[in-house]
């Protein structure tokens, strides 16, 4: 193939992605009230949720609905990327290619899954609460909750691509087990502080139900990069 045949294959694959993410988004939208009591299942039953834009909920609902598409989509866009590159690939590679991209969706979803059943409603709960002075009433806009939502669900699917990350890095040499062993007490004070960042409740058994996961990642990225090694 010419450089013009490859560049019109990935715009063909590119179409495909776009018009998945988009159907998938409609979907989303025409199901408003299915979506958004999804959304707003986390939130506390005495927190009520106020707009002061006249266009906030709407564009809050389009926003919504195009990153839950996309997020229904990923498996398909993912594939899409993979068709592309595939034919460039070894059999081996490919296999490996496969695997590692199988493993990172369903870590991404775990990670998502987590926040949206475990540490999002503990940290709504809390951070919704929490006054500075009892003459400041707390009046939360649906627009910052929805952020606080994606931006949860975003860091704790990211997190746990962990042993994916580790896999790679061991695969290109860049990482020994031996050293991820030897750094294992560093590690697990890293993970207690970005678990107290990502849960500011103060709660012990909050910190560590985000704390153990991402410990037994680690635990799991270790194991991966030994069998890569051998």
């Given at each position: 193939?010419?450089?013009?045949?490859?560049?019109?294959a990935?715009?063909?694959?590119?179409w495909?992605m776009?018009?998945?993410?988009?159907?998938?988004?409609?979907?989303?939208?025409?199901?408003?009230?299915l979506l958004?009591?999804?959304?707003?299942?986390?939130?506390p039953?005495?927190?009520?949720?106020?707009?002061v834009?006249?266009?906030?909920?709407?564009l809050t609902?389009?926003?919504?609905?195009?990153?839950?598409?996309?997020?229904?989509?990923a498996?398909?866009?993912?594939?899409?990327?993979?068709?592309?590159?595939a034919?460039?690939?070894?059999?081996?590679?490919?296999?490996?290619?496969?695997?590692?991209?199988?493993a990172?969706?369903?870590?991404f979803?775990?990670?998502?899954?987590?926040n949206?059943?475990?540490?999002?409603?503990?940290?709504v709960?809390?951070?919704?609460?929490?006054?500075?002075?009892?003459e400041?009433?707390n009046?939360?806009?649906?627009s910052s909750?929805?952020?606080?939502?994606?931006?949860l669900?975003?860091?704790?699917?990211?997190l746990?691509?962990l042993?994916?990350?580790?896999a790679?890095l061991?695969?290109?040499?860049?990482?020994?087990?031996e050293?991820m062993?030897?750094y294992?007490?560093?590690?697990?004070?890293?993970?207690?502080?970005?678990?107290?960042?990502?849960?500011?409740?103060?709660?012990?058994?909050?910190?560590?139900?985000?704390?153990?996961?991402?410990?037994?990642?680690?635990?799991?990225?270790?194991?991966?990069?030994?069998?890569?090694?051998?």
């Open positions: 193939m010419t450089f013009w045949d490859h560049l019109d990935l715009r063909s694959h590119l495909r776009l018009l998945a993410v988009l159907l998938a988004a409609v979907v989303c939208f025409c199901f408003k009230d958004f009591a999804a959304v707003l299942h986390p939130k039953a005495d927190l009520t949720l106020i707009n834009d006249i266009a906030q909920q709407f609902h389009m926003r919504v609905s195009l990153l839950v598409g996309l997020l229904l989509a498996p398909y866009v993912i594939y899409q990327l993979f068709a592309f590159v034919p460039g690939l070894y059999s081996t590679e490919r296999r490996v290619a496969v695997r590692a991209l199988a990172a969706c369903l870590l979803y775990a990670g998502v899954a987590l949206y059943f475990v540490i999002f409603p503990f940290a709960r809390f951070l919704g609460s929490y006054q500075v002075s009892a400041v009433q009046l939360i806009s649906l909750y929805v952020d606080l939502l994606l931006l669900s975003l860091m704790m699917g990211l746990f691509e042993p994916v990350l580790c790679m061991g695969r290109m040499g860049l990482l020994k087990a050293a062993v030897r294992r007490r560093h590690a697990v004070v890293a993970i207690l502080i970005l678990g107290a960042v990502i849960t500011p409740t103060g709660d012990p058994v909050t910190l560590l139900l985000v704390a153990a996961p991402i410990y037994l990642l680690w635990e799991l990225s270790i194991l991966i990069v030994k069998r890569i090694a051998k």
